[in-house]
């Protein structure tokens, strides 16, 4: 999902100008454009379709009152995509029911030289194989529900909605290696729970 932070480009003065108006159209245009592209990562983020959902209307109502505060930076939209992380982190926050897992017990360990210490099994085919597709993005969702925020966060943007790098660091607030690194150590998580899925045949 390459330029995902780009949307009106030439329209910008005129929509930004709207929406501090108020302006219907403005803000209809606003929600026509965005509301897939909002929903997809609040979901991802939040993992529930009424959690997200939401989220996503306190986002449009977040962005049309702030409006005044934005420029107009050719295109770039990467403060709606802001605004929508930080709508799903205090949801996160309020919710107690929500458990993460301390991701270090699932790393492989490391030598001195920084290599593996033991082999890492090559499990992705065998996975493929034996579990459902659909079986396999639920597993994945549940999995990366566990996920503390700065890994969810990464791995939700990049993975789950196709955000480049560089989006993903412009959006959160990083450096490109803080969110390289990071997703990394999500995907080594995610692939060592789907190990141990397709060892037991149950989430442990």
Sequence with gaps: MRAVLTG?????????????LGAPAAVEALFDRFHGKV???????????NDAEEATQDVF????????????????????YRICVNTCLMRLRKDRRRETVPIEG????????GAYSSPVEDWSREVERRIPEKE????IG????????????????????????????????????????RLHRARLYLKERLSRYHRDGRVV
């Design 8 to 20: 009106l480009r030439q329209e910008d003065g005129t929509f930004l100008s709207g929406l501090r």
């Design 39 to 49: 929903y997809g990562l609040a979901m991802s983020i939040l993992m529930n379709g």
């Design 61 to 80: 109502l977040a962005v049309v009152r702030k409006a005044d505060r934005f420029q107009e930076d050719s295109g770039n939209h990467s403060w709606i």
């Design 106 to 113: 699932f790393l492989p360990a490391f030598t001195k030289e």
């Design 136 to 139: 396999i993005g639920r597993v």
């Design 142 to 181: 549940g999995f990366a529900g566990e996920l503390t925020e700065k890994y969810r966060l990464v791995f939700a943007l990049c993975d789950l909605q196709g955000f480049s790098y560089e989006e993903t660091a412009q959006v959160l607030g990083l450096t490109i290696a803080a969110v390289k690194s």
